[in-house]
């Protein structure tokens, strides 16, 4: 392989977010994807020996983990496996990155603050998460930073698109079953589409390339940017802006938090500020409702 077609070891490629960055990294070198379904290399995180072997075999210039254990009521009652993925493998993948000088780009989540603001979260916010999830994903961050490999962290929300399992195509499929859903209004935050994620996660991954191959994240080392869209919404604005872009009838009765328990509990207001990675890379992206139709013209034309 030439110097300018590093290898980037790609964890999580099945995922919403995976499924993106496999071909928007595409461009930056050659995409190695390991994992359970179809990877390129069979990886089971739960056995973290597996990880440490595959990752001394490749030695790859850059590893992305898109991995996580998102199911966030799940979490509450399998906390050790929510902290396995989203902490211990992270740090593992952070020693393994100090050890052989590989930088690591990671994701993360608003589930980290409390909810509780009047301004859209800043990266430097006391985070105070309320869930498994966020805790287990906090100590992640932690735990990366803590390893002293060359990393950054893009926190991200909402996340959704074509594939996997998120709130667009649960809503599309109700929405095809129900005459009447009720949906929460008093929580707020940015729907993202995961294609708006990997592209702008490779373009600063782009800057970051050296013309020797490597990637080098230089003063940005250890930082962490948040990346959502812009604009907020609440679940109901989200779920009624689908629905105004579907053909089929339902009412949508906006309900409170209270009136909808879950296990977890979320944030109310998780919307965050992404004025730093517009500084630092000059990524931006635009409002969440001009994400969604995009999402949803492609899929209309992939006949989804
Ligand atoms: N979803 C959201 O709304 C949201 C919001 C904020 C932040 N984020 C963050 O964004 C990132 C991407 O999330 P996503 O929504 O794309 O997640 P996702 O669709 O749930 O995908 C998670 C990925 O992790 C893999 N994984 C889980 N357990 C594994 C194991 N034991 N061994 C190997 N692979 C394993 C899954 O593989 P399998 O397919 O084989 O299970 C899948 O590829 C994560 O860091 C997440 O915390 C997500």
Known sequence: MSEASPLILLFGHSGQLGWELRRTLATLGEVATAGVDGADHYL????GAALDVLVHDL????????????????AETEEKLAYRINAEVVGEMGRLGAEMDIPVLHFSTDYVFSGVADR???????????SIYGK????????????????????????YGA???????????????????KVVADQFGAPTWSRFI????????????????????????GQV???????????????????EQTAEDCVLDPISTEQYPTPAARPAYSVLDNDNLAAAFGVRLPHWRRGLALC?????????
Not at 164 to 179: I, S
Not at 207 to 218: D, E, L, V
Not at 228 to 241: N, V
Request: hydrophobic share 45%; net charge neutral.
């Open 120 to 130: 859209p979260w800043k990266e430097n916010d006391e985070p105070a998460p309320r």
């Open 136 to 159: 287990s994903k906090l100590a992640g961050e932690q735990a990366l930073f803590a390893s002293r490999a060359e990393h950054l962290i893009l926190r991200t929300a909402w996340v």
């Open 225 to 243: 940017f948040h990346l959502t869209a812009a604009g907020q919404a609440s679940w109901h604005e989200f779920a009624q802006a689908i629905l």
């Open 198 to 221: 990997a592209e702008a996660a490779s373009q600063v991954l782009a800057q970051c390339k050296t013309p020797q191959g490597q990637f080098r994240f230089g003063r940005h080392d």
């Open 296 to 304: 949803l013209e492609e899929m209309r034309d992939a006949g989804a």
């Open 163 to 181: 594939r996997g399992r998120n709130f667009l195509l649960t809503m599309q499929r109700l929405f095809a079953e129900k005459d009447r859903l």
């Open 44 to 47: 089971d995180l739960t056995d």
């Open 59 to 74: 030695r790859p210039a850059l590893m992305v983990n898109a991995t996580a254990y998102t199911a966030v009521d799940k």
